[in-house]
């Protein structure tokens, strides 16, 4: 599939976004595509006509480019929930806001960042949301307990919710690194599920139970997603940051 071309979200998101990511993936698609291998499945099922949400796991620095140009590849434009001091940069802010992508401000709850979201899922875009709402602080890397961000949002509008798992960038640019590694090339890997079967807790966007239920399941769906990718078992417990500790990965998030 060429890039730009999925159905309704090339031409329903607005012209001065889709030039702004055209612009930057002018540089990042030959860049990536020269230095990396990949490995990238699951696509097809992102809606034709857009307006999901993704749940991806977060392992390095460098996923929102390695996640961006794999959508963008396959034609899907993908706006990120990010920390709102990303923004903060005068380039880098400017840059982020053109493409779409959307701040999250500390302590603010997310109502803000959740009502941009909706304008972006309304034009078919589709919202990339890291449930553990930043890097994994899991020694192995595999997905941490999480926040109930996506599974509010995808309550609230009943846009489909769908897990995703992706490995690889790590090795180019480890969590903290100042360095990347760019020799030999390195092999980026990404899975796409299938939408959650949310139909039990529809709404309920303001139960906590049943926004924790959601998220321990699209967490859970992608941790079974990248063990596949990884070749190798998960943990039994999911790592709890506020605990410094494993956490059982069987109950709510």
Not at 86 to 91: D, E, N, S, T
Not at 234 to 247: C, I, Y
Request: hydrophobic share 40%.
């Amino acid at each position: 599939m060429s890039r730009g071309t999925v159905a309704g979200q090339s031409t329903r998101v607005p012209l001065s976004v889709r030039a702004a990511y055209a612009l930057l993936a002018s540089l990042v698609v030959p860049t990536v595509g020269l230095l990396t291998r990949r490995e990238f499945s699951g696509f097809g099922h992102i809606p034709r006509e857009g307006g999901c949400i993704v749940s991806l796991n977060h392992i390095t620095e460098l996923d929102p480019i390695i996640v961006g140009y794999a959508f963008y590849v396959h034609g899907i434009h993908a706006c990120f929930l990010a920390k709102d001091k990303l923004f903060a940069p005068p380039v880098m802010g400017w840059a982020m806001r053109a493409m779409g992508h959307i701040p999250v401000e500390r302590g603010s709850g997310g109502a803000k960042s959740l009502d941009a979201a909706r304008r972006v899922l309304d034009y078919g875009g589709t919202i990339v949301i890291y449930p553990e709402g930043t890097l994994t602080r899991d020694p192995d890397l595999w997905p941490m307990v999480g926040r109930t961000g996506a599974a509010r949002l995808a309550l609230a509008t009943g846009a489909p919710l769908i897990p995703a798992a992706q490995w690889g960038a790590q090795r180019i640019l480890p969590q903290y690194a100042r360095r990347v590694t760019l020799r030999p090339k390195r092999t980026l890997q990404m899975s796409i599920g299938t939408p959650l079967d949310l139909s039990a807790y529809q709404g309920l966007s303001h139960d906590r139970e049943a926004l924790q239920a959601v998220t321990t399941l699209a967490l859970d769906e992608t941790t079974r997603l990248l063990a596949a990718l990884r070749g190798e078992p998960p943990p039994l417990m999911r790592f709890d940051p506020a605990a410094g500790r494993q956490r059982r990965s069987d109950g709510p998030a």
